[in-house]
């Protein structure tokens, strides 16, 4: 384990350790934005950890929606699941090639599910291989295992619940976009979406919480962090980015902290930028 806080993270020693434990299941949850040109799914099949089966985050997602990998049905989550031989008494360790980036959607996506035993390899494939770690590129041969979803509501807003909070400020908004998108000098990577941040959010850029290698910064450090970005941590918390992807990271971060009340938006900038009639902030 990485700092003794139980479903966060666990280090590249602890995996190699246990990847022959039966009730161990490893995910590669590798994905990638546009503009770093690599093929996730490409990469996998020619190098991944033993055992690791591949999860496509633009495949199990709502396919019926236009924004991107939006949480899929319990029903779809489940029979993935299966078929990945991802099941009920499994503990679920799920790691990237970009070190801690598209794992923790993952770990996210998998809570939202109402399975809580999973956890994140901290520092990812890349210091997995620069350790020399075994690898492979066999193709897993998973057993179906049963996978029971129960949605977990507690952890996923939507756009109507982000207008309430708005009225409200029940919560606090946390953007875990780079300060320039946020700031809405940088233009979005997205056609058609607006600049800017939803009113009164919090900006906490997702890599400052992450060292060089990939790992995330220790506890201490992550509380400085998060204390000094303005965020209390006495008060709930909603994480938002670009795609639902880095809102993650902070996500992550923020139960690290024994912060019990902290959500997602899933729609994210993606759609509250596309959204025309929704208030916006430079």
């Known amino acids: 384990m990485t700092n003794d806080i139980p479903n966060t993270l666990v280090t590249t020693e602890w995996l190699e350790q246990h990847l022959n434990s039966p009730d161990v299941r490893v995910v590669d949850a590798s994905w990638y934005l ?6 996730a799914r490409a990469e996998y099949k020619a190098a991944h950890i033993p055992g690791a089966v591949f999860f496509d985050i633009d495949e199990i997602c709502d396919t019926e929606s236009p924004l991107p990998h939006m949480l899929p049905s319990q029903e779809k989550f489940a029979s993935r699941m299966r078929k990945l031989g991802l099941g009920d008494g499994n503990r679920i360790v799920v790691y990237d090639g970009a070190g801690l980036f598209s794992a923790a959607r993952v770990w996210w996506m998998f809570r939202a599910m109402g399975h809580n035993d999973v956890t994140v390899l901290d520092g990812g494939f890349s210091k997995w291989k620069t350790e020399g770690r075994p690898i492979e590129d066999m193709p897993p041969m998973p057993r179906e295992r049963h996978f029971t979803a129960r949605l977990n509501r507690f952890i996923l807003r939507d756009v109507a619940q982000m207008l309430e909070n708005l009225r409200t400020g029940a919560e606090q908004v946390v953007d875990a976009r780079g300060p320039g998108r946020f700031k809405g000098a940088e233009p ?3 056609p058609g979406v607006r600049p ?6 919090i900006n906490l850029h997702y890599a400052r919480l992450l060292s ?14 998060v204390e000094e970005a303005g965020i209390d941590l006495s008060k709930p918390v909603v994480n ?5 992807v880095t809102a993650a990271i902070v996500f992550l971060a923020l139960h690290r902290l024994g912060h019990k009340a902290v959500a997602l938006y899933d729609g994210s900038w993606a759609e509250w930028g596309s959204g025309h009639e929704l208030p916006v902030e430079p």
Not at 196 to 201: E, F, K, R, Y
Not at 216 to 224: C, G, K, Q, S, T
């Open 212 to 225: 060089a290698d990939g790992t995330m910064l220790p506890v201490d450090e992550l509380r400085r962090i």
């Open 34 to 39: 546009p503009d770093a040109r690599r093929d």
């Open 240 to 244: 938002s980015c670009g795609s639902g």
């Open 188 to 190: 979005e990577p997205r």
């Open 196 to 201: 800017g941040h939803i009113p009164g959010a």
